[in-house]
């Protein structure tokens, strides 16, 4: 399904994968500062090589007090382009039929390709920095949402590391570039608490 070249198994494409694979949360965050962090858990869950070669991952965004109504969920795959790595982002037809996929195993393996659509212009592009992987939403500013009325496009910066996430997400409005939505308190700053990586396919 990808646009790109064939995945191939470097270092950097089985690490980023492997880090990526777990369960994350912010609880530290939230407990500090509780009136400026809601309590978040983001969970990449990869889904099984038999139906999704390559490396693919099912993600899930949700609030700890509603953990079956995911505000964000997706696949990706990851793509090996040598000097930095695509993850390519796709929607599902319907969210809810796959709501809790990343903690229960059944739910996880009926997500098939059949029901998967591209979010063109969304891939986010990682290449390493030392001990962590620094990624952004690729060029080009075409990332669009529309929320609050308006239409605004993605900017998005993560920083991975083998137990930790950090993400900044904003909508820019297209026409003032002013932000729209978004953390106004800064970065959400995630802690692994469970590791998936024994799940990540080795492909070849």
């Known amino acids: 399904m990808s646009d790109h070249q064939t995945v191939t198994n470097s270092t950097n494409l089985i690490t980023l994968s492997q880090w990526m694979a777990g369960h994350f949360s912010n609880q530290k965050q939230s407990l500090e500062n509780p009136t400026l962090y809601a309590h978040i858990h983001i969970y990449f869950r990869p889904l ?34 040598g000097d930095r790595i695509y993850i390519e982002n796709y929607g599902l037809d319907d969210g809810l039929l796959y709501a809790g996929a990343a903690r229960e195993v059944d739910i996880l393996e009926t997500i ?22 620094l990624g952004h939403v690729e060029p080009g500013n075409q990332c669009f949402i529309h929320r609050n009325g308006c239409q605004t496009y993605l900017v998005s910066e993560v920083e991975l590391t083998e137990t930790t996430w950090v993400s900044l997400d904003r909508g ?25 990586a024994e799940e990540v396919p080795q492909v070849k």
């Open 48 to 81: 099984p090589q038999e139906r999704f070669a390559g490396i693919w991952l099912y993600s899930e965004q949700v609030y700890d007090y509603d953990m079956w109504s995911p505000y964000r969920q997706g696949v990706h795959q990851l793509v090996d382009l």
């Open 172 to 196: 820019m409005d297209v026409n003032t570039h002013e932000p729209v939505w978004g953390s106004a308190a800064g970065p959400l700053r995630f802690e692994k608490w469970e590791s998936f």
């Open 112 to 133: 098939t390709p059949e029901c998967l659509k591209r979010r063109y212009h969304c891939s986010m592009v990682f290449h390493r920095e030392g001990d962590c992987f």
